[in-house]
């Protein structure tokens, strides 16, 4: 079945560290984004990307990282300067960015929960 | 002021209860609106859209007031299952999609 792999499920971080969010998609999805959920807060964008090669900043990217080498992944870095960076990342993929309308909507990953400790 | 606001709720009803509540938007160009379903601790899953003239999804109907700049979800005859947040999605320009914070629905035995 075509879905999306989000893993580690959950994610330690100690202070100063680097770590990497992994998202595979097999859906043949041009577009893919990165949110974060915080308790009591709406989704988050971090970046977005729309092709291979390219991506683009979202309303919170600072302190974070992306790459899309490959149309089926687009890992996430949380890199030492996010300084809050608990939360629960969810990572998403539409068919591409001019269809996220019409009833197409997203299909999101499972998630990680990163804590900070 | 928050592009998609929700009452957080909790609704909490007994089953075979009906349920409605409200999402608003700030961007009167929004074009396109959803309802999510998330279960605690799991990834939203698109419930339905919302057509301009309104749809029903089963128990589920969802209505879009553009004038007003709101959309309404309502649950008839509760079951367990429906016990979930609630998601208001707004696609408010090309390519993002602005997400309410949710409203929580627990429906009892």
């Known amino acids: 079945d075509g879905g999306i792999t989000q893993s580690p499920k959950y994610l330690f971080r100690k202070e100063g560290q680097n770590v990497t969010l992994s998202c595979e998609q097999n859906?043949?999805?041009?577009?893919m984004y990165w949110y974060r959920q915080d308790p009591g807060q709406g989704l988050r964008l971090i970046y977005y990307?729309?092709?291979?090669?390219?991506?683009q900043k979202g309303d919170i990217a600072e302190g974070y990282s992306v790459s899309r080498e490959k149309k089926e992944s687009f890992p996430l870095t949380v890199t030492s300067a996010q300084k809050n960076p608990t939360a629960f990342y969810l990572c998403?993929?539409?068919?591409?960015?001019?269809?996220?309308?019409?009833?197409?909507?997203?299909?999101f990953g499972s998630g990680t929960r990163l804590t900070v400790v | 002021r928050k592009e998609v606001e929700q009452d957080p709720g909790p609704f909490n009803v007994p089953e075979g209860a009906t349920v409605a509540f409200n999402c608003t938007y700030s961007n009167s160009a929004s074009q396109s609106f959803f309802w999510y379903r998330q279960d605690c601790r799991k990834e939203p899953k698109l419930l339905m859209s919302v057509y301009s003239s309104g749809n029903e999804d089963g128990r589920f109907t969802a209505q879009l007031n553009r004038a007003s700049q709101y959309i309404s979800l309502l649950i008839r005859d509760s079951k367990l299952s429906d016990s979930a947040t609630y998601l208001c999605v707004v696609r408010s320009n090309d390519y993002k999609l602005s997400f309410g914070a949710g409203t929580t629905v627990t429906v009892r035995a």
């Open positions: 998403a993929s539409s068919i591409d960015l001019g269809r996220i309308g019409n009833g197409y909507g997203y299909t």
């Open positions: 990307s729309q092709i291979v090669n390219d991506f």
């Open positions: 859906l043949n999805h041009d577009a």
